[in-house]
């Protein structure tokens, strides 16, 4: 998921939004009697529960296809070829291995020795690509395959104390 | 009990003067917090750099204290509302406002003097593990959050007590019998939209406050050595369950005061129907699961629980777009409406609710939250319906009650000053949702270079919103004296 795309789509959404809110606040000059209006509004709230509730209906059965859990993920790449262990700590990464093979699934297999973590993937152009919260007490097994090689940053995203914003490391795809 | 708009002539002087403390006093509190906000949002701009120890110690005292400040005066708002109609107890408002503020203090004294910067969602253990700060200032937090919890838990009670006695039951006050059978009973027999919302919102923020009580026990069996260690996820679903739910009745709350407050601008009256019914009684619900969208990047969290997350999130937005926004915007078309500060505030806030709650919506659906979890989108979104929502109907109820009972009207500058709020407030949360957009982080002290143009951008709009709080806050000072002295009498 492109995180650029999901703000077009927000404003497009926005956009219709505001025009509709818009219209309305230009029509708020005395005009027909309540009573005309409410019947058209209690049909205009039945249309817009079938539609809304239908486009959300939809767009949760789409979303399934896209779930980030393992089961998910190896179900839509295979199996992963290959792990990486990682620990997180206050205020640092450890992971056991600075490169990793691209075009096959990769396991990354995130603990946490402290407190909460955020173990967070970022492009070589600084896009977030996929995240998993490193927790004290579990292991978590992020699935991703990389189809670009290069350096990747790893972040934080989960606020762990005063040094959280410089907890990152790299590594290689290739 | 009928469906006539809310006069508030015939006031129980008591329950208004302590409601006009609780809104007096969140209005105060919003301006403290969002000063301090400005200072977060100057230093990731790179134009006042702060120490990383003090840029988290404001973060967590912003967070914590904008979402009571926020809540205290929507409660405080939907108390003066209700007085017209209910017995409200003055004495339990007041206690609950000690407790209350009692617990905003220790939050105050553990972050600025005991140095705690564990975040307002006090995610455990961080608490234990700050390094720079002491249990002791943890602990504060803590104490400071179960007297928050108590607070709120004493003013649900209250609102409960009153609207269930009006009603014959906290069936009667749910219009449930209405609901099963919308034909048995005539509307006027109904509880008043505010009352109906009144209620639902104190079942839910008597379960949340049971919900954060709960969650500190074993904290505090961990701190005096009785337990080892408290699970992490355990915690989170319980911190989360408290905060987001607390978080998300301010906005329930404040719709409860639109829907008596907008009907005065408009000359329409705003009725219990069965859609009013059945959406608001849905509410109960739905805003207790929806909290799991927060826990999505846990993948040790039972996969039924992020499907119920994500699911529960779409349907929350349902009954408020389609009841309560298409009711508002019916009530404003073709109304005549009156332009006043009150009635700006309340459409940017209607604005506002349904752009933020837009930005929610795409943030809890799973494969977006993976590219946009605590990145910038997240404060994006909460943001929007809190300036431009929860707090833009607070301040719009808070504007209208000094104005009618001062008798002062608002002049045009202050009119202007209305609208400016709307403008410096969007820019200021469009920057939040480009940031994500690009993958800033959220909880940064120390931006790099790249990112620093979004706070940039965002600086001028957050100065505007300042003028324009500064404009309405000197407005409403002027009219507070003699709206304070009209709550000493009854007028029937």
């Known amino acids: 998921m492109n995180p650029r795309l999901v703000f077009w789509v927000l404003l497009a959404l926005g956009a219709v939004w505001t025009t509709v809110w818009a219209f309305v606040l230009l029509r708020s000059r005395a005009g027909p009697a309540f009573e005309v209006i409410e019947p058209a509004e209690n049909r205009l709230r039945l249309r817009l529960l079938f539609t809304f509730g239908l486009i959300l209906l939809v767009t949760f059965a789409l979303s399934l296809r896209a779930y980030p859990y393992s089961s998910f993920r190896t179900r839509a790449l295979g199996a992963p070829a290959d792990s990486v262990r990682v620990m997180a700590m206050q205020w640092g990464w450890s992971l056991s291995r600075d490169t990793v093979p691209a075009r096959v699934p990769v396991a990354f297999v995130v603990e946490s020795k402290d407190v909460n973590h955020g173990f967070a993937i970022y492009t070589p152009d600084g896009a977030l690509l996929t995240q998993v919260q490193a927790m004290p007490g579990y292991t978590n097994r992020l699935i991703y395959r990389f189809d670009r090689t290069g350096t990747y940053t790893v972040r934080c995203l989960e606020y762990c104390?005063?040094?959280?914003?410089?907890?990152?490391?790299?590594f290689i795809v290739r | 009990m009928g469906n006539a708009t809310l006069p508030y002539t015939g006031t129980n002087g008591a329950v208004l003067r302590a409601a006009i403390v609780y809104l007096v006093t969140g209005f105060a509190t919003f301006l403290a917090m969002g000063l301090l906000g400005f200072v977060m949002r100057l230093d990731h701009a790179g134009i006042l750099v702060i120490s990383a120890d003090w840029f988290y110690r404001l973060m967590t005292l912003h967070g914590a204290g904008m979402i009571a400040a926020i809540l205290l005066a929507a409660l405080?708002?939907?108390?003066?509302?209700?007085s017209q109609r209910v017995r409200l107890s003055a004495r339990a408002l007041w206690i609950a406002f000690v407790a209350y503020m009692t617990g905003m203090g220790l939050v105050i004294l553990a972050t600025l003097l005991g140095r705690f910067a564990g975040g307002w969602t006090v995610l455990h253990p961080l608490p234990f593990e700050g390094r720079t700060w002491s249990l002791a200032a943890a602990l504060a937090v803590y104490g400071g959050y179960l007297f928050t919890a108590l607070g709120l838990l004493i003013v649900c009670v209250a609102v409960l007590r009153a609207t269930t006695t009006a009603h014959g039951g906290l069936a009667g006050a749910l219009a449930l019998r209405y609901l099963v059978a919308p034909r048995s009973r005539p509307s006027t027999d109904l509880p008043h939209p505010a009352e109906l919302i009144a209620t639902v919102t104190a079942i839910d923020g008597v379960?949340?406050?049971?919900?954060?009580?709960?969650?500190?026990?074993?904290?505090?069996?961990?701190?005096?050595?009785?337990v080892s260690a408290v699970d992490a996820l355990f915690a989170k679903n319980f911190v989360l369950l408290f905060g987001h739910t607390m978080a998300n009745l301010?906005?329930?709350?404040?719709?409860g005061i639109v829907y008596a407050t907008l009907p005065h601008y408009t000359g329409r009256p705003w009725k219990t129907t069965w859609p009013v019914v059945f959406a608001w009684d849905l509410v109960i619900v739905l805003m207790l699961i929806n909290y799991s969208h927060h826990l999505y990047q846990d993948f040790a969290q039972p996969l039924a629980l992020q499907l119920l997350g994500q699911l529960g999130s779409y349907v929350v937005g349902l009954p408020s777009f389609i009841v309560t926004i298409v009711g508002a915007l019916a009530l404003i078309y073709g109304s005549g409406?009156?332009?006043?500060?009150?009635?700006?505030?309340?459409?940017l806030g209607i604005w506002g609710w349904v752009f933020g709650g837009l930005g929610a919506v795409l943030d809890a659906t799973l494969p977006v939250n993976q590219v946009m979890h605590n990145t910038m989108w997240v404060p994006a979104h909460f943001h929007t319906y809190y300036i431009l929502g929860a707090a833009a109907?607070?301040?719009?109820?808070?504007?209208?009650?000094?104005?009618?009972?001062?008798g002062v009207p608002d002049g045009r500058g202050s009119r202007l000053a209305a609208w400016l709020y709307g403008v410096g407030a969007a820019g200021f949360v469009v920057m939040f949702f480009v940031a994500g957009a690009h993958s800033v982080p959220r909880r940064y002290a120390v931006h790099l270079p790249e990112w620093q143009i979004f706070a940039r951008v965002a600086v001028p709009f957050v100065g505007l919103l300042a003028l324009a709080l500064a404009w309405l806050a000197v407005d409403m000072l002027a009219r507070l004296r003699p709206a304070w002295r009209r709550t000493g009498v009854t007028v029937v």
Not at chain 2, 76 to 82: N, P, S, T
Not at chain 2, 207 to 226: D, E, T
Not at chain 2, 250 to 255: E, F, G, L, P, Q
Request: aromatic share 14%.
């Open chain 1, 161 to 170: 104390g005063i040094f959280h914003h410089f907890m990152l490391t790299k």
């Open chain 2, 207 to 226: 379960l949340a406050s049971v919900a954060g009580l709960v969650y500190l026990v074993p904290l505090f069996a961990q701190a005096a050595g009785i």
């Open chain 2, 393 to 406: 109907f607070a301040w719009a109820y808070l504007y209208h009650l000094l104005a009618d009972l001062s």
């Open chain 2, 337 to 347: 409406l009156r332009w006043s500060v009150p009635s700006i505030l309340i459409v």
């Open chain 2, 250 to 255: 301010s906005i329930y709350v404040a719709a």
């Open chain 2, 76 to 82: 405080g708002g939907l108390c003066a509302v209700l």
